[in-house]
């Protein structure tokens, strides 16, 4: 029951009315997933996406903004994987902000604003991208930046009138051991008053964006599981981007179905990058646990063959061979590989299934 009284009540009862519906394009219909562990996936699913919503944009503030990590081992949604750290905030176009970071042991680093609607739709383009190899750093080794619709000396992003949010990304080698990337980001301008800011139209505003957000995430999963048993040909790092993409990198995507006998063997090169990945999706694009097992590896990580090329194996049991990923016994999945910066589009991946016996 909502209270009439108050904007926010009817948007409030609108994102819990959405929420209660979210299992059911995966529970039955065209969308349903054929196991248990993805169902059970799922349900987690709708909290994190729910969780970024909320984050994003019902507490995030243009005014006097925070960077808050909207992807991470427990937040899994929109393909998170295990070397990345990303952290985002709300941003006003009329406003200079200056953001600076240490990066730690990130090997690639990166701030990219996005724009479109400002209602909760998944933004239409990227606006602007600033990397270590595009910035210069301060003695100290960190970074610091300006983001203004004015032009700026040093290193500076211009903002659009259309400009909405501001994403990080830090990838590292050794994430669990390694330092993370530290982000600061600070308003130059005046703020208003906070009864100015905290007004029952501006927050039902915000509710409302949440619920919009939430409603197209839920319409893009679950993705089909596609061809099993192989890798599409890698594309181009994109002169256009939907939603909070990457605009360096280039990306391929392929399928695994296997049996607990069975063993995917991945065969192929890369270009020289300053990173690169492969991790193992469930339909809602959530890496699988890597806290139990191997479900990814990257470049720094991988034994290469005599010739500079790498095979990867995919399989639920470990069959004593180098760079084995574990499925974790789950009958399919997605792969995703993700290289940045790199020199050139990476070759095809051959994908062949064998018996884990015929292994050695």
Request: charged letters at 25%; a negative charge.
């Amino acid at each position: 029951m909502t209270d009439t009284r108050f904007e926010t009540s009817a948007a409030v009862h609108e994102l819990l009315d959405t929420m209660k519906v979210l299992d059911q394009e995966f529970l039955a219909g065209p969308k349903a997933l054929a196991d248990d562990q993805a169902v059970l996936e799922g349900y987690r699913w709708i909290f994190s996406i729910t969780q970024v919503a909320l984050d994003v944009y019902v507490w995030a503030d243009t005014n006097r903004p925070r960077f808050t990590e909207i992807v991470g081992p427990y937040k899994k949604w929109g393909g998170d994987n295990s070397d990345a750290f990303y952290f985002m905030t709300r941003i006003d176009p009329s406003r200079t902000y200056r953001v600076t970071v240490d990066p730690g042991d990130a090997v690639y680093l990166s701030l990219t604003v996005y724009g479109g609607p400002d209602d909760g739709r998944y933004s239409e383009r990227i606006v602007g991208t600033l990397n270590t190899t595009e910035m210069t750093p301060n003695p100290d080794g960190t970074y610091e930046m300006v983001v203004s619709p004015n032009d700026h000396d040093g290193n500076f992003l211009k903002l659009t009138p259309d400009a909405v949010v501001a994403c990080t990304r830090d990838y590292m080698n050794d994430p669990v051991n390694g330092e993370k990337a530290r982000w600061r980001i600070e308003c130059q301008d005046p703020a208003p008053p906070w009864s100015e800011v905290h007004t029952d139209t501006e927050v039902a505003r915000r509710f409302q964006a949440a619920t919009t957000w939430v409603k197209e995430q839920a319409a893009m999963v679950p993705i089909p599981l596609g061809t099993p048993n192989h890798i599409d040909d890698p594309f181009p790092v994109p002169t256009v981007t939907f939603g909070w993409a990457a605009g360096d990198a280039s990306y391929a995507m392929g399928a695994f179905e296997l049996d607990d006998d069975e063993a995917l063997v991945l065969k192929g090169s890369s270009p020289e990058c300053v990173f690169w990945n492969m991790c193992l999706w469930n339909q809602f694009l959530h890496c699988f646990n890597y806290d139990y097992d191997d479900v990814t590896t990257n470049g720094s990580k991988v034994e290469l063959d005599p010739d500079g090329s790498w095979t990867i194996v995919l399989s639920a049991i470990d069959p004593g061979v180098p760079n084995w990923v574990s499925t974790q016994g789950r009958p399919h999945g997605r792969i995703w590989f993700r290289w940045f910066l790199p020199e050139r589009t990476p070759d095809p991946i051959s994908a062949e299934v064998v018996k884990l016996a015929d292994l050695g």
